[in-house]
Structure formats: C-alpha cells, structure tokens
C-alpha cells in the first residue's frame, strides 16, 4: 500500500510499552480536537476526540491529553500492540459550524514484536 | 468506513482528461468535504459541502470543482487532469447535531494517477 508515512517523524516502541504521540495545535481559538489513526492504504480512521473544556478523555487503551495554555495535544496508547502500528493524526476544528479541520502531518508509530 | 463510498477507487488518466469521482454516503449527514493527501503535506481540503447545493472552497481547490444535488452524493471533477493532480483523494462527512461541531469520518480514498 502506499507510505504515507514518507519522511514523517517515527516512534518506534516495543509491543507492550506505552506509547505517547505529540501534536502541536495552531488556533488558540479552537474548541474541539481529534485524533485519527491510518493504515496503509486505508482511510483515517477516528480515535478519541476532546473538547476545548476538558483536559483529558480516556477511551479504550486510548487517552488524550489537552493543554490549551502551549497549545498542545498528546495521544497515550496503553500497552501497545503490532495493530497499533500506523501514522496518527491530530486535527483542530477552527470552522465552526462548518466543522472544518486542519490536519497535522502525522507521526508513524511502528511496533516492535 | 462509517457508511461511506468512494468510487472508482482507483484510475489511471492522462493529462487533459477529465476525471469524476464520487462520494456516497448512508449515513444522512449534513456535511461532506472532499481531501487530497500527498506525503509531506498530510490532508488538505480541497472543497467541502455545508447542504444540498451548498458548497464552498478549501485551501487547494484550483482545478476542482464539485457538485451536490442530493445529500448522499458528493462529486469532484477534474476539468483537466494534471499530473500534479496525482494523489490520493479522500471523501469526509461530519453532522453538527444542535450546532454542535463533531467528527469527521472518511471513506476509503481513490488512488489516482494521471500520466
């Protein structure tokens, strides 16, 4: 399938570590957050979302972490696993009512067995 | 994949030729947006849809249009392919329940090339 993790930062992790992936926001204005998940040659597929008024969100294995004062976003995966590996992306909501996102460039996350 | 269809999924073209691809969707939602996805540059909007017939432009939307005449179905059209117009093309829909902003899910992506 396609690389679309081509020049994109890497975090390799051994199978059962935590894994803790970074993002950086730009719109101090923005008031909702997600995270997305893709295979290669695959369609992003949704994670976890956050909104401006909470600091945290915990899903399965899964946990976001929001800090609006430097902007910035992580995503914790707990006991990572070989179906973890993939590129991870965040996304900023800055359009409103027309739910419009800006995508970082992703991070690919590669497990070691 | 939420419901969602792209087709072709992929199409290989030559330059100067015009190329349509669709997004359909089961899922009733208010909202489509169509993206390119290129290494180096992550997903881009190129057009989305706020409502039938309702559309607006995106950050790279020179060399596209589109067309919405129902809710399930979103086009993009290449009047002129080019071969900088060689991506990966993803379809998105969202709804705004009670104007409250939410996800966007994708659909599978059409690979296109253009010679």
């Known amino acids: 399938g396609e690389n679309v993790g081509l020049h994109l930062p890497t975090l390799s992790v051994q199978e059962g570590d935590n894994s803790i992936i970074n993002c950086a926001y730009s719109?101090?204005?923005?008031?909702?957050f997600i995270w997305y998940k893709q295979e290669s040659g695959k369609g992003p597929q949704f994670i976890i979302d956050?909104?401006?008024?909470?600091d945290k969100r915990q899903g399965q294995r899964v946990t976001v972490l929001l800090n609006k004062t430097v902007k910035h976003l992580s995503l914790q995966i707990a006991a990572t696993q070989p179906g973890d590996s993939a590129v991870y992306f965040c996304?900023?909501?800055?359009?409103?009512?027309?739910?419009?996102?800006?995508f970082g460039t992703g991070t690919l996350l590669a497990v070691q067995p | 994949d939420a419901g969602i269809t792209q087709s072709p999924r992929h199409k290989v073209t030559e330059t100067g030729t015009p190329v349509t691809l669709r997004c359909h969707q089961t899922e009733n939602h208010r909202y489509m947006y169509w993206y390119r996805q290129d290494p180096g540059h992550g997903l881009r909007l190129i057009h989305y849809?706020?409502?039938?017939?309702?559309?607006d432009k995106g950050e790279v939307s020179d060399g596209y249009s589109v067309s919405r005449s129902k809710t399930e179905d979103f086009l993009l059209t290449l009047e002129s392919a080019t071969s900088s117009q060689t991506s990966v093309y993803f379809c998105?829909?969202?709804?705004?329940?009670?104007?409250?902003?939410?996800?966007?899910?994708f659909g599978p992506g059409t690979r296109l090339t253009v010679l």
């Open positions: 849809s706020y409502g039938v017939k309702d559309t």
């Open positions: 998105a829909i969202s709804d705004a329940p009670g104007g409250v902003t939410n996800t966007q899910y």
């Open positions: 719109n101090s204005a923005s008031d909702y």
């Open positions: 996304a900023e909501n800055y359009g409103g009512a027309t739910n419009k996102l800006i």
């Open positions: 956050i909104r401006s008024n909470m």
